[in-house]
């Protein structure tokens, strides 16, 4: 540190000092534990960037601390400011919680003495440096014109210096100021403070009047005549305001998957894991309307328009990515587009250690909110912002787990099974990544048949512990909502959906599991409903959209099922869903012939899944092929030996054969395993010939429904 003398006289020294100020906005709203970790952090940022080692080895610097944040004071060269502030800056992205702003003048300086004997500075330099931060209001980095003046010769700095003219700061006094801002770092934005005080034109002369007058005639008469057009020709203005509507009321936005540029096929799932990250934490702004996942994923790999995209999907803003991994360097470049004009809105790039993936998610996501002017809450801005964990690996695994997760096969579910294992291990304060395990755990039973004994137990204690360290998370309390109805505690169910939607209104699966536990409740209006909702939000999910269709055929609108499922199929013939649903209309239609040949399709697609089997070998019974209804009894009981299948599947075959005792057989096996799946009989078209059984009716009041 620069040592003044210590003993000052009636006539200070006075030296021209280049002054970098700095604070942490709102800092007197944290509390004190938080007040101490954000300025333990900036201080070490602060210590660690190069401009402030070199002046501090060289003594030409001099530190002091100002509560909530600190003055640089540097004697040797006006680039030292800015060059600090840069490095600070850059810094900061991985600190999007901490809001800093800096301002940055030279001017002269004189020492004094504060109250703890401690050498100090005073002076105009040290007021105008703190007057010209006062004019931030987010993310900028503003310096004096006399500072900006002594940078403006030099090529490094001088494409980056824009003026903002003055703006009024204490007691009525006026500063020229410029902001410096990168692609990288600052903020191109006029702050309000300088938007505020340009210069009201003075009234006009005479002539300009006259002038004005003619315009606005000018102007009058063409309204009129624009007006007279729309009334006689009210179509017009229905198709505009049709397509005022197609853009939304407010602010939304698609985010479409990261191409992955790496020459690695494996690292897809960083691509595929940074998109869906960024959705899920815009999701949580209530006033930003977000495409999910499996919607915007229907984009993938294709070249498209944004501007088509907006049409699409009726959204306001689109946002791209590309993603590249070399070893353990990360590359991520961003584009934000204007989705009606095609216009960029804002673009990025990152270039960091793939340790640093969390935090350029989070700095991604908090551009994206300033740059389409989301006014955001302070609850808001923390779950914006909040790092899901501190540990780049555990999250590297828990991109994975959701990546296998989304696939929504057998082998996908064990592996995100594995990925998520991997992440709390990693990291065991990690709440998603316990929400993400106790999500694989609960489909384990319906993809592969597991045993809900052996499942619930695992699944339980991630979902606790998910809740334990973050009750905020709409994906705590979803995962628990699951498990309460796969444990047939309707009332807790219920419960715990409502409170995940309170949370996260705009979290697509809070909706569409919770229509299921209507269904299979019997409340199909309101199901129906909730799943509407989840189309809303992820209108090209099929999964959701499958959901749908089974609500319409549990109303009896067969026809509306039909054409759901052939939607489906049409947006993406390669997903099993659409075929699915389909057939099993076809199946309430006794079209059985079509309902086979679209089963044995469903079968080969999911590699010959238990529950999907069960269904093919009830349409060969009830069809009168008995031989292959059988031969798939057989492979399913070896299968409910090895633990992959449920009674169910095979109680529907003895159920299509006549054997109506081995069908309760079975369905009474699950009952004792207590297996999740047993809940669906109630909604499943197989299950409807077994359900006049006076059998069933017992069996759903012992499982705590109404029959």
Not at 101 to 121: F, K, L, W, Y
Request: charged share 25%; net charge neutral.
């Amino acid at each position: 540190m620069l040592t003044m003398p210590s003993d000052p006289s009636s006539d200070p020294k006075v030296e021209i000092a280049h002054v970098l100020n700095m604070d942490v906005v709102e800092y007197s709203t944290l509390l004190i534990t938080e007040q101490t970790r954000v300025m333990a952090e900036l201080t070490r940022i602060v210590k660690d960037t190069l401009r402030f080692r070199r002046a501090e080895a060289e003594g030409k610097l001099l530190r002091v601390p100002t509560g909530d944040g600190m003055l640089l004071v540097f004697f040797d060269d006006p680039q030292a400011p800015i060059e600090c502030a840069m490095e600070i800056a850059k810094a900061m992205k991985g600190h999007p919680e901490i809001r800093l702003r800096m301002g940055i003048h030279s001017g002269p300086v004189n020492e004094v003495v504060d109250v703890n004997d401690r050498t100090n500075v005073a002076g105009a330099g040290v007021d105008m440096a703190e007057r010209v931060m006062n004019c931030w209001d987010g993310d900028h980095i503003l310096l004096s014109k006399r500072i900006a003046d002594d940078l403006a010769p030099f090529p490094r700095w001088n494409p980056h210096l824009h003026d903002l003219g003055e703006c009024e700061v204490k007691h009525g006094r006026k500063l020229s100021l410029v902001n410096f801002y990168t692609g990288e770092i600052g903020n191109p934005e006029t702050p309000r403070k300088c938007a505020a005080t340009k210069e009201t034109p003075a009234a006009p002369s005479l002539p300009r009047r006259k002038r004005t007058l003619i315009v606005g005639l000018v102007l009058f008469m063409i309204a009129l005549g624009v007006g007279a057009f729309v009334f006689f020709h009210p179509e017009i203005l229905r198709s505009w305001r049709d397509a005022g509507a197609a853009q939304g009321s407010g602010r939304s936005i698609a985010v479409l998957p990261f191409e992955n540029a790496s020459s690695d096929p494996n690292a897809e799932y960083l691509a595929e894991g940074i998109s869906e990250a960024l959705i899920n934490s815009l999701t949580e702004l209530q006033q930003l309307r977000v495409i999910a996942r499996s919607t915007a994923f229907h984009y993938k790999g294709k070249d498209v328009d944004p501007r088509r995209v907006g049409r699409e999907l009726q959204v306001t803003a689109v946002l791209t990515g590309k993603v590249r991994q070399i070893q353990n360097d990360l590359s991520v470049q961003v584009d934000l587009v204007d989705a009606t004009t095609g216009a960029q809105l804002w673009g990025a790039g990152y270039d960091r250690k793939i340790s640093d993936v969390i935090s350029v998610k989070q700095a991604i996501a908090r551009e994206v909110a300033e740059k389409l002017k989301l006014k955001l809450s302070g609850e808001e801005q923390r779950r914006l912002v909040k790092r899901d964990t501190t540990n780049a690996e555990a999250y590297q695994f828990y991109l994975r787990g959701r990546y296998f997760w989304n696939k929504r096969t057998p082998d996908g579910i064990k592996q995100a099974t594995e990925q998520f294992q991997q992440a709390i291990e990693r990291d065991p304060n990690f709440a998603l990544g316990y929400a993400g395990l106790a999500d694989a755990y609960l489909l384990l039973e319906q993809y592969i048949g597991v045993p809900w004994s052996e499942v619930m137990p695992k699944a339980k204690a991630a979902a606790d512990k998910a809740l334990q360290i973050d009750d905020s998370l709409a994906e705590a309390h979803t995962s628990p909502a699951l498990l309460y109805q796969y444990n047939w505690q309707w009332t807790e169910a219920e419960q715990e959906y409502r409170r995940a939607i309170s949370l996260n209104p705009n979290y697509p699966t809070a909706h569409h599991w919770y229509s299921l536990y209507l269904n299979v409740t019997q409340r199909f209006d309101d199901a129906l409903r909730e799943i509407k909702r989840a189309q809303e939000l992820d209108p090209l999910s099929p999964i959701i959209s499958a959901n749908v269709a089974i609500t319409l055929l549990l109303k009896n609108d067969i026809a509306g099922a039909i054409e759901q499922c052939r939607r489906i199929i049409e947006l993406d013939p390669n997903h099993p869903s659409g075929y699915d649903w389909l057939g099993q209309a076809y199946l309430k239609q006794r079209r059985y012939p079509e309902a086979i040949t679209l089963r044995e399709k469903v079968v080969e697609m999911t590699r010959k899944s238990s529950g999907q089997l069960g269904l093919l070998g009830y349409l060969y019974a009830i069809a009168g092929r008995q031989t292959e209804a059988r031969g798939i009894l057989k492979d399913l009981e070896e299968k409910y030996s090895r633990g992959e299948a449920v009674g169910q599947s095979l109680a529907v075959i003895y159920d299509g054969l006549g054997d109506r005792d081995q069908a309760f057989a079975w369905l009474d096996k699950d009952f004792q395993r207590h297996s999740g799946e047993l809940q669906y009989m109630m909604i499943r078209p197989q299950c409807e010939h077994l359900r006049s059984d006076l059998r069933v009716a017992e069996l759903i009041r012992r499982m705590g429904l109404n029959p």
